[in-house]
């Protein structure tokens, strides 16, 4: 497994953009897909974004297509999302996830996860 752990939340007017950071350790990093997941109170976790292993794809969810890019620097061993155009309804606790050389969306599919991170955004 790989360790994971997220910076870069925080509060943030609406249209405003925020960056999250992913920092893997324990392993060897550009073989696993890296993806972003996130769950509001009340709600179910769902997927958000991912990066393939070597960086060569990224796939999304239609509610933050062209306003969130997923991306990662494997030198750093590090995953990032970046949020612009956040609306309130982005507001919620954001994960990363890692999964070896898995290309897919589903949640359970992903075997290492960060503590998760809050991202609000105001009206």
């Known amino acids: 497994q790989v360790q994971l752990v997220e910076s870069g939340g925080g509060l943030v007017q609406a249209g405003g953009s925020l960056k999250l950071s992913c920092a893997a350790s324990?392993?060897?990093?550009?073989?696993?897909?890296m993806g972003w997941f996130r769950q509001a109170p009340g709600k179910e976790r769902e997927f958000v974004g991912a990066i393939t292993w070597s960086g060569s794809r990224t796939y999304y969810a239609d509610s933050v297509k062209g306003r969130f890019t997923v991306s990662r620097d494997n030198a750093k061993n590090t995953a990032y999302l970046q949020m612009n155009g956040l609306k309130p309804e982005d507001t919620a606790v954001y994960y990363c996830a890692a999964e070896r050389y898995y290309s897919g969306s589903y949640d359970t599919a992903f075997g290492s996860w960060g503590q998760g991170i809050q991202v609000t955004v105001s009206s």
């Open positions: 324990g392993t060897t990093f550009d073989s696993y897909t």
